[in-house]
C-alpha cells in the first residue's frame, strides 16, 4: 500500500512538473518577463496547485478585486437585500426621500416616486432629501486627480442617479466653422469649444480641464465629421441629483416651487408613499460581468454601512471585509486594500490569495449562482475575448496602465475545474501581448488537464 501511496504521489508530482514545464516554454515563447507576471492555478476540488510563478508575490490585481470586494459584499448583506429608494409623507405635510444611493437609481425612477404622490394628491409643504446612509466621501482613496474627467470612474455618493453621467454631443456644422457642443441633461458646465468641423476627417475630440479660473469650465478641442456622443462624470452629485429631480417634478407638472433641502427622515409620524427598488443581483451583474467602478464603490460602502449599523464609509467597510476574510479562514496579512473596486495602484494581492478565496467560494453552497455573475466569453468585459473556451470559462478581467489581470474558474476538456488567477504588471507590454499571454496560459489548463 505504502509502495502504491509513493508511486501515486510521484506520478502527480511528474504530471505537474510536465504542465509547469509546457507553460513555461509558452511564456518563453511569447517573449515576455516573467518577473513581471503571477499566476496561481488550482483544482477546486482539492486545493492541488497545479501552476505557480510568483505566487506569493504582491501584485496589482485591477478590477480583479472586485471579485473578493463584492463576495464579501453579498455574503453581508444577503441574496435578497435590495436597494430601495423610499418617499415618506410627515403628518406636517412634508416628503422625505430617503435615499439608498442606489448605483441603478435612474431620473425616470424619480418619476416613479413623485406618480405616488400624485396618485395621493399630496401636494407637500417642503420635500426634503435623507442622505444618511453615506459618509460624505465621494473619491476612492489614492483615485488620481487625473481620473476625474473619466466616465468609467465616477463619483458615488447616497446621491447616485443616472450613473452620475453627463452626456456630451458634439455634433458638426459647416465645414472649418466651430461644432455645436451639448451637455445632457441640463448640469452648470462650460466648455472652451475648440473642435472644428472638418468634413474630410475622422473623428478626434478631447476633453480636459481648463486653465481657465472660470468654475466648471473645460476645454474641448479636436476635428469632428459626423455627431460624436462621450460621457463625463458630473463634479457634485448632490447637484445632479436635486436638478433631476427638479426636472421631474416639472415634467409630471408636480405641485412644488421651493428649494429641495436636506434632513433626517424623522422616526415617527410617517408614513411611506411610494418606493422604487433594485435587485442585488443586478447591482453585482453591473460589477462583475461590465466592472461598473460605481456599483462596486456603493455595494461595498453599502455592506459597510449594514455591518456597522452606522453611516458607510470605508473604513466599516474594510471592518466589514476583514470579518468576512476571518469567517472562512482566509489571512489577509498578504493584501492591501484601499477601494473597493480595483482603480487604485495601491490595491495589493497576490496570486496564491486570490486562488485560496477563489476555492473557498467553490465550496459555498450558491456556487452555482456565484460562478453564473462572473462573464462567460462573449458577454461583459469578455465580449470579444476567450471565444475559444466557449461556456468553460468564467472570469473578472482587471485592466490599468500597466497592468492586465484575470480571475476566475475553467473548466478542462476532461472535466475538472480550476480556480486561475493570472496577473500581468508590466508597462514595457502592450495591453494585447497580455491579453494574449492569458489566454495562452489557460489554453495550456483547457487542453492537458
Not at 478631447?206 to 456622443?229: A, F, H, R
Not at 473596486?341 to 456556487?367: I, P
Not at 461556456?391 to 484575470?406: E, F, Q, Y
Not at 476538456?413 to 508590466?426: Q, T
Amino acid at each position: 500500500m505504502r509502495k502504491i501511496l509513493i508511486l501515486l504521489i510521484s506520478l502527480m508530482f511528474t504530471l505537474t512538473s510536465a504542465y509547469a514545464e509546457s507553460i513555461n516554454r509558452t511564456l518563453s515563447s511569447l517573449g515576455v518577463n516573467k518577473d513581471n507576471i503571477s499566476v496561481s492555478i488550482k483544482n477546486v476540488e482539492n486545493g492541488n496547485v497545479l501552476y505557480e510563478l510568483h505566487e506569493k508575490t504582491q501584485r496589482v490585481p485591477a478590477s480583479t478585486l472586485k471579485v473578493i470586494t463584492t463576495a464579501a459584499a453579498v455574503d453581508t448583506l444577503g441574496s435578497d437585500y435590495k436597494f430601495s429608494t423610499k418617499m415618506y409623507k410627515s403628518t406636517n405635510n412634508d416628503l422625505y426621500i430617503k435615499l439608498s444611493a442606489d448605483p441603478l437609481l435612474s431620473s425616470n425612477d424619480l418619476g416613479l416616486l413623485l406618480d405616488g404622490a400624485i396618485a395621493k394628491n399630496i401636494v407637500p409643504k417642503n420635500v426634503y432629501l435623507d442622505d444618511s446612509i453615506f459618509d460624505r466621501v465621494e473619491w476612492g482613496k489614492d483615485w488620481l486627480a487625473e481620473d476625474e474627467l473619466e466616465s468609467s470612474v465616477p463619483k458615488f455618493s447616497a446621491y447616485n442617479i443616472d450613473g452620475n453621467l453627463l452626456k456630451i454631443e458634439v455634433a458638426p456644422t459647416a465645414n472649418h466653422v466651430p461644432a455645436s457642443v451639448t451637455v445632457k441633461p441640463f448640469y452648470p458646465i462650460s466648455f472652451m469649444n475648440l473642435v472644428e468641423t472638418d468634413l474630410h476627417m475622422q473623428n478626434s475630440v478631447t476633453i480636459e480641464k481648463s486653465d481657465s479660473n472660470i468654475p466648471n469650465m473645460l476645454k474641448i478641442s479636436g476635428v469632428v465629421s459626423k455627431l460624436y456622443n462621450t460621457y463625463l462624470p458630473v463634479s457634485n452629485p448632490k447637484m445632479n441629483f436635486i436638478l433631476r429631480l427638479e426636472e421631474a417634478m416639472r415634467n409630471k407638472k408636480f405641485q412644488y416651487f421651493n428649494p429641495i433641502k436636506i434632513a433626517l427622515l424623522p422616526k415617527s409620524n410617517v408614513y411611506i408613499v411610494s418606493q422604487v427598488d433594485h435587485n442585488l443581483s443586478d447591482v453585482v451583474a453591473e460589477v462583475l460581468k461590465n466592472s461598473s467602478n460605481l456599483a462596486s464603490e456603493t455595494l461595498f460602502k453599502t455592506a459597510g454601512a449594514v455591518w456597522a449599523n452606522s453611516s458607510g464609509s470605508f473604513e466599516n467597510s474594510m471592518g466589514m471585509l476583514n470579518a468576512y476574510l476571518k469567517k472562512y479562514d482566509i489571512s489577509n496579512k498578504d493584501i492591501n486594500i484601499v477601494d473597493a473596486s480595483g482603480v487604485s495602484h495601491n490595491n495589493l494581492v497576490t496570486a496564491d490569495f486570490m486562488t485560496d478565496f477563489l476555492v473557498m467560494k467553490s465550496k459555498s453552497e450558491n456556487f452555482a449562482d456565484y460562478e453564473l455573475l462572473f462573464p462567460a466569453p462573449g458577454m461583459g468585459t469578455l465580449k470579444n475575448r476567450m471565444l475559444y473556451f466557449k461556456d468553460n470559462l468564467r472570469a473578472k478581467t482587471g485592466t490599468l496602465s500597466g497592468v492586465s489581470a484575470l480571475a476566475g474558474y475553467i473548466v478542462s476538456r476532461r472535466g475538472k475545474i480550476y480556480a486561475f488567477d493570472i496577473m500581468i504588471n508590466d508597462p514595457d507590454t502592450t495591453s494585447a501581448d497580455k491579453k494574449n499571454i492569458e489566454e495562452q496560459i489557460l489554453r495550456e489548463v483547457y487542453i492537458n488537464n
